[in-house]
Structures are given as structure tokens and as C-alpha cells.
């Protein structure tokens, strides 16, 4: 039986933080209304896209914080349509070497209209994402206006909250997503006995679902999801909701439960489906969510609040952000919003990096399925693009703020679905190419397909497999860990495997090239198909060269090392065009195309999140990089530009990555509740964002830990406490009058350092104490 108690009191930091030069600093903090980690409106959400949400990994839901009307709209992260299906074309192999040959005679059209024949997967479509539906509070009408409503999402807690006074009652709301006991919490009280009535219902726009109550205090809710393209719907789910009232009564009946006249109720709310792993849908979701409410019934609020808190704090107190605070911290989260590019609200970006940092915990945990395209959070049978994964930029980029912000469980899911992949694209390199290894092209779902889809203009795309093994690169070289690299060696090699069979060497410059291929979603003016795209030729120099580090460290594949080391010398080069700008193509088709300002910026992919491309390394590459960026512009749709400003920090030009990213954060490219707007939603905006500022005040490449490299005027004093550099070591940072004050490391000691300051280079190894600190001189040298 439930023990009710009050929740916990929320409880706010007070950050000592400097003000901003030329602003009015504010006090201290003394309400949550200039608490730092907290967004906050003085209405409720009307639109999703102003709903708060929240969510444990597993399941999440948005809170719209109505008065007579309360929903919350609901999501289990395995609940997809369809089921295990394989897309390989079957005439594809065949139909392999025309396509080669009419594309290195330039015969573009044909080349394409073969590929969507005979290449293109069969569905040409994926499966998507579907939404559980909504849970829905009613409260009686009255006509009496509600005073000093409040609707916020506190981030060091992971809770949204509701707050009004009507008819003289101080109501309260709270919804947080337990991890720990995989339920969502939702308490209603009030402060005067007796107030509390509503009727709770569920609904779902998913076909075949019923809708019942057991034991008179627990909604059920269950269906399956759709067919999609011909391929059979399979999963099945449950949804339960369990009410708990301390006073009134509690009746069900064909509307749902209702309550009257409690004092306090609290809901338990949780969801699973039939789903197991990508070839295993038969688990029992009715016997998974009585157990989940089972065991969470035990427990009191307190303790499950406070179970919530230890799990969820752990990963988001690692890392503080202070950029300054001015008086604009008062204002509601959807004003500064629409007034962050006039100035005067440099807390706006640090809580929009700490937004992004909650979002991953809260989509992406060790167990569960990867952030898709919108996280967790869908409200749709048919979400834009599926909600799915979109491999060829979107999937990478939610994970581009991780390993920086301290958040390497996050990255689990990725690393286990590119596993995943690494099994389904085996089948694919082998039906479709007749290669060894695996393959994945731009977009992949729950069920880890990995032909190439939709169509020639997007779909032929080797290379979205070979990015992902970046990030498990990544996951080495942020850890150290040996177990790590024992763990991702195969698939890495499994990847590279596939490209060694599989590449074309190029009749004009005798270069070894990816054929079929193109630069994700961009044309030339023959079409989208293409050779040896930059991307690609930049994407494969840094899985080969992982690779071969990976199986020297480990001793292994002498022979597979050669290999790679000779075929990674005769990839395509970078090269610079007729305009000086890195050339997207074998051929300076740049200034030709059709749309110069597209949202891909696919061949700058070298300097940023690549290797092959630096500022001190690759001066004259980094230039032309420059150059590209100049003639595509800032503007772009959110993720997009979110990339840019991730590109112009790595350029080492702060200030212009703040201008991108006031034009991120603004009413057009950010949603009043902090979503980005591509638009439609796509989370990947707000991680790529999150990111980009991050590498504005450290970076770790090449064997170096680069303080303050990209740090813009806007931001002249502040700190960072936290964050995680290649290497394997923590870093805070303080810097004042734009010069680095102090810079301290930790990590495991002996381990050799090489840290930059501007032009101020040193070499030293960790001490035994495992901390070190940089202090800087009065030029912040």
C-alpha cells in the first residue's frame, strides 16, 4: 500500500556568479523565478510544442499544465509499428556493377533511375515511432478565474510543476519520471482538505486499444502498433495508471476513475511493450507494468522521490555552467526566448546547454533505445520522418554534446544499437553488395534495418554505419577504458571490412571511392548520385585510422592494419575549389548547384566532429572550410545551424558561433518550451546547440586540451565545473575579462598532458595527486 507523504521541498541553488559586463548583475537568487536551471511560463501549454517535457529513458510524456483540463501525453521508446523485416532488395546486387559503371561515365540519370528500381529497399519506407496517447485529469467547471498561475520545469530536479490559487485554494501539481521504479509520479495537492476532484482517462489514437480499470483504482490501457509498408504491426503494449488518494473517494467507472473531494492524490503512471530486441517482440507487457506498479506501490512518495533524485542527480549535478546573470533571469522562459538575440541574457545559453544535458538523460539511458529524431516525446501514429534515426546526421549529433557534458551512460543505447546494426548490416553487405562486413546507409529504425530507403535523392548512402563508429571511438578515447576498446574493436572492424571489399578505384585519378554514393541530401547538377563524396572520403580516413589504432593497442590484425593503411592512403583527398572553398565532390560542382544555402553542410564534416581537418594542422583546409561556411551561410533550419556553430568554434571565432546561436535561440528556431524547431520539432537542434557550446570553452583533439578556445565577447567571466576532454580527465574552468583564470584537471595519475591556453603551449604528466591546475597569467597565458 502506498504511504503518502508530501513531496520533498524543491530545493534551490544558489550559484555565486559574476555579473555581465555592461549589465546590471541580479541578486541573489531568492525564488524560483531566477533560479537558474529552471524554465517557467505564466500560462498553460495550448500547443505540444509548449508542453514540458519529462522522462526516465524508457517512457516520457509532456505536461500541458491545464486548470480544467490536465493531459499528459505519453511515450514508451519501444513502441514502433511493424516488426522484424528485412529491406534488401533482392535485385540490388545484380543490378550493383551497372550502377558503378554509369556513374563513373557520368551518366547520372540513368544511374539513378536504376537505383530506385532495383537498389532502393523493399519497403522504400522504415517503420516509425508511435505515441501510447493521453493521460487526461478533468476538474469540475467553475466559473472563478484562476491568480497567480505558474507552469516551470525545474532541470536539478527533473520536475514540472503547476501552481494556481483559485477560489481562495492554493493548488499544486508535480510530475517527475523515476528511472529507479520506471514510473512516472503525479501528485496533486491543495492547502486546504477536501479539494481535490477530477476524473482520470486514458485515450490513444492507436487502432484496436481498450481501454478498463482493475480493482477500481487503476486504469489499463493496451493495443498493438500499426502495420506500416506492407510489414506487419507486432508489438504490443500496455499503459497503467494507479490512483491513490489520501481523503474523498475514488469511483470508476466508463469515463475512467474518478476522485472527490480528496485531500492529496498521487498517480503512478508506467507503460512496456512485447518488445525484447530487434528480432524478439514476444515479452508480455501486461505482466511488466503489474510488476513495475507492483513494486512501486511499496514504496512511500518520498521514497520514490528521493530514489528519483539520487539517479537523476547524479548525472545532471556533474556538470555547472555560469555565464552571468542579469535581471532578464525573472522573465518567463518563452520571453527570453524571443528576446535573447538583443542581449543582456548570457544564463539563457548556459540554461539551454543544461536543457540539452537533461533531454539526454532524460531520452537516452543504459537499457533502452537511442534519442530518436524527437528523443522520446511524439504525440503521432505518423511523426515527421518517423521519429526514427536518421544516421547521416541527426543520430550523431544527439550524442555530440555526451562525452563533453559528463554523460557517458547516455551513450550506451547508441553503442548497443550500432551492435545491433553491425548484425542486420552484415546481411546487408552481403544480399546487397556480396561483401564481407556491415553496412548501414542514411536511416535506421527499432527493428536495426539497414538498406538504403526512400529514394536515389537521399537513400544511397553508404556511410552512415562507418559515422557511428566515431562515437564508439569517442566512448575509447573520452574513457581510456581498455574493456571499452576490446568491446568496439569488431565492430569497428566490421565496418571497415565492408568499405576494404567494396571500394572503387576512380578511372581518372586511380583513387580508391565509395560507388554508389552522395552527399547526404544535397544535388550537383547532375543529381544526388555521385563517387566519393568528400563526407565519405573524410568519414572512411577516420574509421580506418581508428581502426588501425584500436588493433595496435590491442595487438591484433597485423596483416588487416597493412591493409587499411594502404587503402586509406589512396582515399580521394580534401580539395579546395575554384572559389577556395573545400569542394563537396570529386568535382568543383559547388557554386552550381541549385540550392548554395543548403541545410547540409556534409563535406565540412573533417573539422567538426571528424579528424581529418584543423585549424594549426590543415591551416589552408581550415580556410577553405571557412570559405564554404561564408558562401552557405548561418541561417539554416535548426539542427543545421546548430552544426554551423559547432564548425565556427573549431575555426576558433567565438564571437561569430554566438551570432549562429542567437539565430538558434530565437522564436524561429526554438519553441517556447526549449524544443528546436527545425521545423517540426527535432531534438537534434538542441543537442547539436548544447554542444557547440561546450567547444566554445574547451576542446581535445590531436592529444591536446584546449582551454577557452572559441570563447565570444558575449560571455566575458564565468565558469564551468565539470566537463569531460579525450583522455580521459575532468576539467573546470574560470575565466574573467575574457582571459582564463584557472583551469584545473583530474583524471588518473602519470597520464601525460598537453594543454593550450591561446598561443601558450605545455607538457606535463598528472601528478600523484591526480589534480592539476593552470593558473593563468595576468595576459591569461
Same mark, same amino acid.
Given at each position: 500500500?502506498?504511504?503518502?507523504?508530501?513531496l520533498?521541498?524543491?530545493?534551490?541553488?544558489a550559484?555565486?556568479?559574476?555579473?555581465?559586463?555592461?549589465?546590471?548583475?541580479?541578486?541573489?537568487?531568492?525564488?524560483?523565478?531566477?533560479?537558474?536551471?529552471v524554465?517557467?511560463?505564466?500560462q498553460?501549454?495550448?500547443?505540444?510544442?509548449?508542453?514540458?517535457?519529462?522522462?526516465?529513458?524508457?517512457?516520457?510524456?509532456?505536461?500541458?499544465?491545464?486548470?480544467?483540463?490536465?493531459?499528459?501525453?505519453?511515450?514508451? *521508446? @519501444? +513502441?514502433?509499428? !511493424? $516488426?522484424?523485416?528485412?529491406?534488401? =532488395?533482392?535485385? /540490388?546486387?545484380?543490378?550493383?556493377?551497372?550502377? &558503378?559503371?554509369?556513374?563513373?561515365?557520368?551518366?547520372?540519370?540513368?544511374?539513378?533511375?536504376?537505383?530506385?528500381?532495383?537498389?532502393?529497399?523493399?519497403?522504400?519506407?522504415?517503420?516509425?515511432?508511435?505515441?501510447?496517447?493521453?493521460?487526461?485529469?478533468?476538474?469540475?467547471?467553475?466559473?472563478?478565474?484562476?491568480?497567480?498561475?505558474?507552469?516551470?520545469?525545474?532541470?536539478?530536479?527533473?520536475t514540472?510543476?503547476?501552481?494556481?490559487?483559485?477560489?481562495?485554494v492554493?493548488?499544486?501539481?508535480?510530475?517527475?519520471?523515476?528511472?529507479?521504479?520506471?514510473?512516472?509520479v503525479?501528485?496533486?495537492?491543495?492547502?486546504?482538505?477536501?479539494?481535490?476532484?477530477?476524473?482520470?482517462?486514458?485515450?490513444?489514437?492507436?487502432?484496436?486499444?481498450?481501454?478498463?480499470t482493475?480493482?477500481? *483504482? @487503476? +486504469?489499463?490501457? !493496451? $493495443?498493438?502498433?500499426?502495420?506500416? =509498408?506492407?510489414? /506487419?504491426?507486432?508489438?504490443?503494449?500496455?499503459? &497503467?495508471?494507479?490512483?491513490?488518494?489520501?481523503?474523498?473517494s475514488?469511483?470508476?467507472g466508463?469515463?475512467?476513475?474518478?476522485?472527490?473531494?480528496?485531500?492529496?492524490?498521487?498517480?503512478?503512471?508506467?507503460?512496456?511493450?512485447?518488445?525484447?530486441?530487434?528480432?524478439?517482440?514476444?515479452?508480455?507487457?501486461?505482466?511488466?507494468?503489474?510488476?513495475?506498479?507492483?513494486?512501486?506501490?511499496?514504496?512511500?512518495?518520498?521514497?520514490?522521490?528521493?530514489?528519483h533524485?539520487?539517479?537523476?542527480?547524479a548525472?545532471?549535478?556533474?556538470?555547472?555552467?555560469?555565464?552571468?546573470?542579469?535581471?532578464?533571469?525573472?522573465?518567463?522562459?518563452?520571453?527570453?526566448?524571443?528576446?535573447f538575440?538583443?542581449?543582456?541574457?548570457?544564463?539563457l545559453?548556459?540554461?539551454?546547454?543544461?536543457?540539452?544535458?537533461? +533531454?539526454?538523460?532524460?531520452?537516452?539511458?543504459?537499457?533502452?533505445?537511442?534519442?530518436?529524431?524527437?528523443?522520446?516525446?511524439n504525440?503521432?501514429?505518423?511523426?515527421?520522418?518517423?521519429?526514427?534515426?536518421?544516421?547521416?546526421?541527426?543520430?550523431?549529433?544527439?550524442?555530440?554534446?555526451?562525452?563533453s557534458?559528463?554523460?557517458?551512460?547516455?551513450?550506451?543505447?547508441?553503442?548497443?544499437?550500432v551492435?545491433?546494426?553491425?548484425?542486420?548490416?552484415?546481411?546487408?553487405?552481403?544480399?546487397?553488395?556480396?561483401?564481407?562486413?556491415?553496412?548501414?546507409?542514411?536511416?535506421?529504425?527499432?527493428?536495426?534495418?539497414?538498406?538504403?530507403i526512400?529514394?536515389?535523392?537521399?537513400?544511397?548512402?553508404?556511410?552512415?554505419?562507418?559515422?557511428?563508429?566515431?562515437?564508439?571511438?569517442d566512448?575509447?578515447?573520452?574513457?581510456?577504458?581498455?574493456?571499452?576498446?576490446?568491446?568496439?574493436?569488431?565492430?569497428?572492424?566490421?565496418?571497415?571490412?565492408?568499405?576494404?571489399d567494396?571500394?572503387q578505384?576512380?578511372?581518372?585519378?586511380?583513387?580508391?571511392?565509395?560507388?554508389?554514393?552522395?552527399?547526404?541530401?544535397?544535388?550537383?547538377?547532375?543529381?544526388?548520385?555521385?563517387?566519393?563524396?568528400?563526407?565519405?572520403?573524410?568519414?572512411?580516413?577516420?574509421l580506418?585510422?581508428?581502426?588501425?589504432?584500436?588493433?595496435?593497442?590491442?595487438?591484433?590484425?597485423?596483416?588487416?592494419?597493412?591493409?587499411?593503411?594502404?587503402?586509406?592512403?589512396?582515399?580521394?583527398?580534401?580539395q579546395?575549389?575554384?572559389?577556395?572553398?573545400?569542394?563537396?565532390?570529386?568535382?568543383?560542382?559547388?557554386?552550381?548547384?541549385?540550392?548554395?544555402?543548403?541545410?547540409?553542410?556534409?563535406?565540412?564534416?573533417?573539422?567538426?566532429?571528424?579528424?581529418?581537418i584543423?585549424?594549426r594542422?590543415?591551416?589552408?583546409?581550415?580556410?577553405?572550410?571557412?570559405?564554404?561556411?561564408?558562401?552557405?551561410?548561418?541561417?539554416?533550419?535548426?539542427?543545421?545551424?546548430?552544426?554551423?556553430?559547432?564548425?565556427?568554434?573549431?575555426?576558433?571565432?567565438?564571437?561569430?558561433?554566438?551570432?549562429?546561436?542567437?539565430?538558434?535561440?530565437?522564436?524561429?528556431?526554438?519553441?517556447?518550451n526549449?524544443?528546436?524547431?527545425?521545423?517540426?520539432?527535432?531534438?537534434?537542434?538542441?543537442?547539436g546547440?548544447?554542444?557547440?557550446?561546450?567547444?566554445?570553452?574547451?576542446?581535445?583533439?590531436?592529444?591536446?586540451?584546449?582551454?577557452?578556445?572559441?570563447?565570444?565577447?558575449?560571455?566575458?567571466?564565468?565558469?564551468?565545473?565539470?566537463?569531460?576532454?579525450?583522455?580521459?580527465?575532468?576539467?573546470?574552468?574560470e575565466?574573467?575579462?575574457?582571459?582564463?583564470?584557472?583551469?584545473?584537471?583530474r583524471?588518473?595519475?602519470?597520464?601525460?598532458?598537453?594543454?593550450?591556453?591561446?598561443?601558450?603551449?605545455?607538457?606535463?604528466?598528472l601528478?600523484?595527486?591526480?589534480?592539476l591546475?593552470?593558473?593563468?597569467?595576468?595576459?591569461?597565458?
Amino acid at each position: 500500500m502506498l504511504r503518502l507523504s508530501r513531496l520533498l521541498p524543491i530545493l534551490i541553488l544558489a550559484l555565486a556568479t559574476p555579473g555581465m559586463a555592461g549589465s546590471t548583475p541580479a541578486p541573489a537568487v531568492a525564488s524560483e523565478d531566477d533560479a537558474p536551471w529552471v524554465l517557467w511560463y505564466r500560462q498553460p501549454a495550448t500547443q505540444w510544442v509548449e508542453a514540458l517535457p519529462v522522462g526516465n529513458g524508457h517512457l516520457g510524456a509532456m505536461v500541458f499544465g491545464g486548470v480544467e483540463t490536465e493531459r499528459l501525453q505519453l511515450n514508451e *521508446d @519501444t +513502441l514502433w509499428a !511493424g $516488426g522484424p523485416y528485412n529491406p534488401v =532488395n533482392p535485385q /540490388a546486387k545484380a543490378a550493383l556493377p551497372e550502377v &558503378r559503371q554509369l556513374l563513373f561515365a557520368g551518366k547520372f540519370e540513368e544511374a539513378k533511375k536504376r537505383v530506385n528500381e532495383k537498389l532502393i529497399g523493399v519497403p522504400k519506407s522504415q517503420m516509425q515511432y508511435q505515441t501510447v496517447g493521453d493521460l487526461s485529469l478533468t476538474f469540475p467547471g467553475t466559473n472563478t478565474p484562476t491568480v497567480g498561475y505558474r507552469r516551470s520545469l525545474n532541470l536539478d530536479t527533473a520536475t514540472a510543476s503547476v501552481s494556481y490559487t483559485r477560489d481562495g485554494v492554493n493548488y499544486s501539481r508535480g510530475v517527475f519520471a523515476s528511472a529507479p521504479d520506471n514510473v512516472i509520479v503525479v501528485r496533486l495537492t491543495a492547502d486546504k482538505p477536501g479539494n481535490i476532484s477530477f476524473t482520470a482517462g486514458l485515450k490513444t489514437p492507436l487502432w484496436g486499444s481498450v481501454v478498463s480499470t482493475d480493482g477500481g *483504482d @487503476t +486504469l489499463v490501457m !493496451g $493495443g498493438k502498433g500499426t502495420d506500416s =509498408n506492407d510489414v /506487419a504491426g507486432v508489438i504490443r503494449y500496455q499503459a &497503467r495508471v494507479k490512483v491513490v488518494a489520501t481523503g474523498g473517494s475514488i469511483t470508476s467507472g466508463a469515463d475512467g476513475i474518478t476522485v472527490v473531494k480528496a485531500d492529496s492524490v498521487t498517480l503512478l503512471v508506467t507503460a512496456a511493450t512485447s518488445y525484447r530486441n530487434f528480432q524478439d517482440a514476444g515479452g508480455d507487457p501486461e505482466a511488466i507494468t503489474k510488476g513495475i506498479l507492483a513494486a512501486a506501490s511499496k514504496k512511500s512518495l518520498d521514497d520514490l522521490r528521493a530514489e528519483h533524485l539520487r539517479d537523476y542527480q547524479a548525472l545532471f549535478r556533474r556538470v555547472t555552467l555560469d555565464l552571468g546573470r542579469t535581471y532578464a533571469m525573472k522573465q518567463p522562459t518563452d520571453e527570453r526566448i524571443r528576446h535573447f538575440a538583443e542581449g543582456g541574457d548570457p544564463q539563457l545559453a548556459a540554461l539551454y546547454y543544461q536543457f540539452g544535458r537533461y +533531454l539526454l538523460i532524460s531520452s537516452s539511458r543504459p537499457g533502452g533505445q537511442p534519442a530518436n529524431l524527437q528523443g522520446i516525446w511524439n504525440d503521432s501514429l505518423f511523426p515527421p520522418w518517423q521519429s526514427k534515426y536518421t544516421i547521416n546526421i541527426n543520430t550523431e549529433m544527439n550524442y555530440w554534446p555526451a562525452e563533453s557534458g559528463n554523460l557517458a551512460e547516455c551513450v550506451e543505447p547508441l553503442i548497443a544499437m550500432v551492435g545491433d546494426l553491425s548484425v542486420t548490416g552484415a546481411r546487408t553487405a552481403r544480399e546487397m553488395y556480396g561483401a564481407r562486413g556491415w553496412v548501414a546507409h542514411h536511416n535506421t529504425d527499432i527493428w536495426r534495418a539497414t538498406a538504403p530507403i526512400d529514394s536515389a535523392d537521399s537513400g544511397m548512402w553508404p556511410t552512415g554505419g562507418a559515422w557511428l563508429c566515431l562515437h564508439l571511438w569517442d566512448r575509447y578515447e573520452f574513457s581510456g577504458d581498455p574493456q571499452v576498446l576490446k568491446r568496439i574493436y569488431p565492430i569497428m572492424k566490421g565496418a571497415a571490412e565492408f568499405f576494404i571489399d567494396t571500394l572503387q578505384e576512380d578511372p581518372t585519378h586511380k583513387w580508391l571511392v565509395t560507388n554508389p554514393s552522395s552527399s547526404p541530401e544535397n544535388w550537383h547538377p547532375g543529381g544526388p548520385l555521385c563517387v566519393g563524396p568528400t563526407m565519405d572520403n573524410q568519414i572512411l580516413r577516420d574509421l580506418f585510422a581508428n581502426t588501425i589504432t584500436a588493433a595496435t593497442l590491442l595487438g591484433v590484425d597485423e596483416d588487416f592494419r597493412k591493409q587499411l593503411d594502404s587503402a586509406r592512403a589512396r582515399l580521394a583527398p580534401n580539395q579546395i575549389g575554384s572559389a577556395g572553398q573545400l569542394q563537396e565532390w570529386l568535382a568543383d560542382w559547388d557554386l552550381e548547384t541549385g540550392d548554395r544555402h543548403h541545410r547540409h553542410v556534409s563535406h565540412l564534416y573533417g573539422l567538426y566532429p571528424g579528424r581529418d581537418i584543423s585549424l594549426r594542422g590543415t591551416p589552408e583546409l581550415a580556410q577553405a572550410v571557412k570559405k564554404s561556411l561564408e558562401l552557405r551561410g548561418d541561417k539554416a533550419t535548426g539542427w543545421a545551424t546548430a552544426w554551423r556553430i559547432c564548425l565556427w568554434t573549431h575555426l576558433g571565432d567565438g564571437d561569430h558561433a554566438f551570432e549562429i546561436l542567437k539565430l538558434l535561440i530565437s522564436s524561429e528556431l526554438t519553441y517556447p518550451n526549449m524544443f528546436d524547431a527545425h521545423p517540426p520539432f527535432q531534438i537534434d537542434g538542441n543537442f547539436g546547440g548544447a554542444a557547440g557550446i561546450a567547444e566554445m570553452l574547451v576542446q581535445s583533439r590531436a592529444g591536446e586540451i584546449e582551454f577557452l578556445p572559441a570563447l565570444p565577447k558575449a560571455w566575458p567571466a564565468g565558469h564551468v565545473r565539470g566537463l569531460r576532454v579525450r583522455g580521459g580527465f575532468t576539467v573546470d574552468i574560470e575565466w574573467r575579462d575574457g582571459r582564463l583564470v584557472a583551469a584545473t584537471l583530474r583524471g588518473a595519475p602519470g597520464r601525460s598532458l598537453r594543454l593550450r591556453n591561446g598561443q601558450t603551449v605545455v607538457a606535463l604528466p598528472l601528478p600523484e595527486s591526480g589534480t592539476l591546475t593552470w593558473r593563468g597569467g595576468p595576459d591569461g597565458s
